[in-house]
T-cell receptor, first 112, second 113 residues
């Protein structure tokens, strides 16, 4: 089983602050990287994907990937109470079937 | 809504019983993955089906089995239920195995007593 690890939570930030979520993965042949958001009692929803080293920005979200360090992060700028959720890091492998492996998630609470 | 449906929504079983969970994929999606998500954990990959064939499996025992039908709907079967099988079971479909965007169903909450 591929290992995907996320920084331990829970994480609390005040409204308007930057939330930083981190993830490391063990499989050097992982090819694609994803951040999902999961609200309590709901299923995961994709918020960001990243494939190349560097930064990728989408609105208030920025994903950062460093394949040499096997590290991917998500920054949420101007955090809002509606961002309060569990954030899941996922990697997709090059194996036959291209399966996804998820981390344990980091719970984020944005305090108004 | 993602267009992926699962049934039932909730289920209570006792140890040793068998259970079948169902997933209806988005139209045209030939790849479906099943995940187990225990409370406070991330989804754990169980297995994946592509065009009715299993083409990937995570670290789950053989008592977890599945099927995918010609219309690409699928089933997850679990035999000899154990207490640790209590979890949210999620299915996710995508148009092809090589695509990156998978669409999750709402999940089935299984409780084993």
């Amino acid at each position: 089983q591929k290992e995907v690890e996320q920084n331990s939570g829970p994480l609390s930030v005040p409204e308007g602050a930057i939330a930083s979520l981190n993830c490391t993965y063990s499989d050097r042949v992982s090819q694609s990287f994803f951040w999902y958001r999961q609200y309590s009692g709901k299923s995961p929803e994709l918020i960001m994907s990243i494939y190349s080293n560097g930064d990728k920005e989408d609105g208030r979200f920025t994903a950062q990937l460093n394949k040499a360090s096997q590290y991917v992060s998500l920054l949420i700028r101007d955090s809002q109470p509606s961002d309060s959720a569990t954030y899941l890091c996922a990697v997709k492998t090059r194996e036959i079937g291209n399966q996804f492996y998820f981390g344990t998630g980091t719970s984020l609470t944005v305090i108004p | 809504e993602t267009g992926v449906t699962q049934s039932p929504t909730h289920l209570i079983k006792t140890r040793g019983q068998q259970v079948t969970l169902r997933c209806s994929s988005q139209s045209g999606h030939n790849t479906v993955s099943w995940y187990q998500q225990a409370l406070g954990q991330g989804p754990q990959f169980i297995f994946q089906y592509y065009r009715e064939e299993e083409n990937g499996r995570g670290n789950f025992p053989p008592r977890f089995s599945g099927l995918q039908f010609p219309n690409y709907s699928s089933e997850l079967n679990v035999n000899a239920l154990e207490l640790d099988d209590s979890a949210l079971y999620l299915c996710a479909s995508r148009p092809a195995a090589r695509t990156d965007t998978q669409y999750f169903g709402p999940g089935t909450r299984l409780t084993v007593l």
